[in-house]
C-alpha cells in the first residue's frame, strides 16, 4: 500500500429528519441561493422543508440546474451570486446539483474567465465560496468529496475539475428523500457507485488488504441491495444502506493508498457530452468491455474480484475472468440498464466521433498505468457494440 495523506473536512448528519438541522449548519446571518435542478424537489415537498428549516434567514432560489449540470446555467447562477451579494450557497438535489454548486462556489471568486478552471483540472482555483448540500439522489458521492463534473453545450465538452476549496462544509442525508426516486433514477444511481468502486479498485495489487476488503464489502452491498430498492422502493434500511455506500464510494477514503483507472468515466463524459446519454448508463456500457481488453494488465485483480466478490473460483484464468465480466454486466442488466453502445442507437460512427473528442479533450492516456490510448479506447468501444 502507497502512503497518503487523507483530508475530508464535510461533516455528514445522516438519518430521517436531519433537514431539521440546517438551522444549526447554516450561519443565522446567510443569505442563502438555493440551488435545486427540476421540479421534483418542489412537488416532494424537500425545498419546504428546506426552506422551514432555514427559519428567517434570506433564501433566493435558481432551480434548473441539468441533469449534467452546464457551464451556460450555472453562469447565470454566478450573475445571481454577485447581483444578490450571496454568501452561502446550498444544494438540494443529486450529485449534478452538488457538482454545480461547486463550479458555483469556485466560478463566483474566480478571478479570469471560469472555463478555465475546468480547463485546469480546478488547480488554478485559490479560493471558493462557502455551501452546503441536501442529498435527495446517491449516486456520485459529491457530497462529500471536493470534485466535479461540468458540461459546456456549445463546445460539446464535458470536463472534471477538483479541488480542496470546494469540499461541502456539510451534507445532510435522509434516505426517507429517495423514496420518490424514479426507477431509472435508482438504478443509475447503483451503477454509478458500482463503476466507483471498480474504478479504485480493478487496477492491481499493491498490498493495501483494508482497501480490498472495503472496496469488496461495499461491491457486494450494492450487488445485494441494488435489485431490493426496484422491487421495494419504501425500504428504509435498503436505501439507508445505499446512500452511505455511493458516499463512502467517492469520498476518498477506499481510493487511498491505491492506483486508480478512471479511463471508464472518461470515455463515458464523452459519450454524454456527444449524446445526452446518461452519465450511469454510458459507464454501464464502457466498463464490460474495458475489462475485456485489460484483462491482461488487471488480471491478478480481477481473479481477486470474480472470487470475493461473485463467488467464481472454478475454471482456467481466463474462463474465471470472462465469468466475472459477464456477472458484471448481467447485474447491470438486472438494473435495469443496457449495456451495449447498440441499445443506445450508437455505431461505429459514433465510435469515431467519440474517439475524437477523446483526442480533443487530451484523453489519450488513460488508465492506471496511462496506457489506455486512443487506439486501445477504440478496442474498448468496439467490444461494447
Same mark, same amino acid.
Given at each position: 500500500?502507497?502512503?497518503? #495523506?487523507?483530508?475530508?473536512?464535510?461533516?455528514?448528519?445522516?438519518?430521517?429528519?436531519?433537514?431539521?438541522?440546517?438551522?444549526?449548519?447554516? #450561519?443565522? /446571518?446567510?443569505?442563502?441561493?438555493?440551488?435545486?435542478?427540476?421540479?421534483?424537489?418542489?412537488?416532494?415537498?424537500? $425545498? !419546504?422543508?428546506?426552506?422551514?428549516?432555514?427559519?428567517?434567514?434570506?433564501?433566493?432560489?435558481?432551480? +434548473?440546474?441539468?441533469?449534467?449540470?452546464?457551464?451556460?446555467?450555472?453562469?447565470?447562477?454566478? !450573475?445571481?451570486?454577485?447581483?444578490?451579494?450571496?454568501?452561502?450557497?446550498?444544494?438540494?438535489?443529486?450529485?449534478?446539483?452538488?457538482? +454545480?454548486?461547486?463550479?458555483?462556489?469556485?466560478?463566483? $471568486?474566480? =478571478?479570469?474567465?471560469?472555463?478555465?478552471?475546468?480547463?485546469? *483540472? +480546478?488547480?488554478? %482555483?485559490?479560493?471558493?465560496?462557502?455551501?452546503?448540500?441536501?442529498?435527495?439522489?446517491?449516486?456520485?458521492?459529491?457530497?462529500?468529496?471536493?470534485?466535479? %463534473?461540468?458540461?459546456?453545450?456549445?463546445?460539446?465538452?464535458?470536463?472534471?475539475?477538483?479541488? !480542496?476549496?470546494?469540499? @461541502?462544509?456539510?451534507?445532510?442525508?435522509? @434516505?426517507?428523500?429517495?423514496?420518490?426516486?424514479?426507477?431509472? &433514477?435508482?438504478?443509475?444511481?447503483?451503477?454509478?457507485?458500482?463503476?466507483?468502486?471498480?474504478?479504485?479498485?480493478?487496477?492491481?495489487?499493491?498490498?493495501?488488504?483494508?482497501? #480490498?476488503?472495503?472496496?469488496?464489502?461495499?461491491?457486494?452491498?450494492?450487488?445485494?441491495?441494488? @435489485?431490493?430498492?426496484?422491487?421495494?422502493?419504501?425500504?428504509?434500511?435498503?436505501?439507508?444502506?445505499?446512500? *452511505?455506500?455511493?458516499?463512502?464510494?467517492?469520498?476518498?477514503?477506499?481510493?487511498?493508498? %491505491?492506483?486508480?483507472? *478512471?479511463?471508464?468515466?472518461?470515455?463515458?463524459?464523452?459519450?454524454?457530452?456527444?449524446?445526452?446519454? #446518461?452519465?450511469?448508463?454510458?459507464?454501464?456500457?464502457?466498463?464490460?468491455?474495458?475489462?475485456?481488453?485489460?484483462?491482461?494488465?488487471? &488480471?491478478?485483480?480481477?481473479? &481477486?474480484?470474480? !472470487?470475493?466478490? *461473485?463467488?467464481?473460483?472454478?475454471?482456467?484464468?481466463?474462463?474465471?475472468?470472462?465469468?466475472?465480466?459477464?456477472?458484471?454486466?448481467?447485474?447491470?442488466?438486472?438494473?435495469?440498464?443496457?449495456?451495449?453502445?447498440?441499445?443506445? =442507437?450508437?455505431?461505429?460512427?459514433?465510435? =469515431?466521433?467519440?474517439?475524437?473528442?477523446?483526442?480533443?479533450?487530451?484523453?489519450?492516456?488513460?488508465?492506471?498505468?496511462? /496506457?489506455?490510448?486512443?487506439?486501445?479506447?477504440?478496442?474498448?468501444?468496439?467490444?461494447?457494440?
Amino acid at each position: 500500500m502507497n502512503s497518503f #495523506d487523507f483530508y475530508n473536512p464535510t461533516h455528514i448528519t445522516f438519518g430521517e429528519g436531519k433537514i431539521a438541522e440546517l438551522d444549526n449548519l447554516v #450561519d443565522k /446571518d446567510a443569505k442563502v441561493l438555493m440551488l435545486f435542478g427540476g421540479n421534483s424537489a418542489k412537488t416532494t415537498g424537500t $425545498l !419546504d422543508e428546506v426552506k422551514a428549516a432555514l427559519g428567517q434567514r434570506e433564501v433566493i432560489e435558481f432551480g +434548473g440546474v441539468e441533469a449534467n449540470p452546464t457551464y451556460e446555467t450555472l453562469m447565470q447562477a454566478v !450573475d445571481v451570486v454577485k447581483q444578490q451579494n450571496i454568501d452561502f450557497l446550498l444544494a438540494v438535489g443529486g450529485g449534478s446539483v452538488i457538482d +454545480g454548486t461547486k463550479f458555483v462556489a469556485a466560478a463566483a $471568486l474566480f =478571478d479570469g474567465e471560469p472555463w478555465d478552471i475546468m480547463l485546469n *483540472w +480546478g488547480t488554478n %482555483v485559490t479560493q471558493a465560496m462557502p455551501f452546503g448540500s441536501v442529498l435527495t439522489l446517491p449516486a456520485t458521492g459529491s457530497e462529500m468529496n471536493s470534485g466535479s %463534473v461540468i458540461t459546456r453545450k456549445a463546445l460539446k465538452a464535458k470536463l472534471a475539475f477538483m479541488s !480542496d476549496h470546494v469540499f @461541502p462544509r456539510f451534507s445532510v442525508l435522509d @434516505p426517507s428523500k429517495t423514496f420518490t426516486l424514479p426507477e431509472r &433514477q435508482v438504478a443509475n444511481g447503483v451503477v454509478d457507485a458500482f463503476v466507483h468502486i471498480t474504478e479504485q479498485y480493478l487496477t492491481y495489487p499493491v498490498n493495501a488488504p483494508v482497501q #480490498d476488503r472495503f472496496a469488496e464489502g461495499l461491491l457486494q452491498t450494492l450487488v445485494e441491495l441494488g @435489485p431490493k430498492a426496484l422491487t421495494d422502493p419504501k425500504d428504509f434500511d435498503v436505501r439507508a444502506n445505499l446512500m *452511505w455506500v455511493a458516499t463512502l464510494a467517492l469520498n476518498g477514503l477506499i481510493g487511498k493508498g %491505491v492506483p486508480h483507472d *478512471w479511463a471508464t468515466h472518461m470515455i463515458g463524459h464523452e459519450i454524454t457530452a456527444l449524446y445526452g446519454v #446518461d452519465h450511469a448508463r454510458t459507464l454501464a456500457m464502457i466498463l464490460p468491455g474495458l475489462l475485456d481488453v485489460r484483462r491482461q494488465a488487471k &488480471q491478478e485483480k480481477l481473479l &481477486q474480484y470474480a !472470487d470475493r466478490v *461473485w463467488g467464481i473460483t472454478q475454471g482456467s484464468d481466463d474462463e474465471i475472468i470472462d465469468q466475472a465480466i459477464a456477472k458484471t454486466r448481467e447485474f447491470f442488466e438486472a438494473m435495469g440498464i443496457k449495456t451495449r453502445l447498440t441499445d443506445y =442507437d450508437l455505431d461505429t460512427t459514433s465510435i =469515431d466521433e467519440i474517439v475524437t473528442q477523446l483526442e480533443a479533450h487530451g484523453m489519450t492516456a488513460l488508465g492506471e498505468k496511462q /496506457d489506455v490510448d486512443l487506439v486501445m479506447s477504440r478496442q474498448i468501444l468496439m467490444r461494447n457494440l
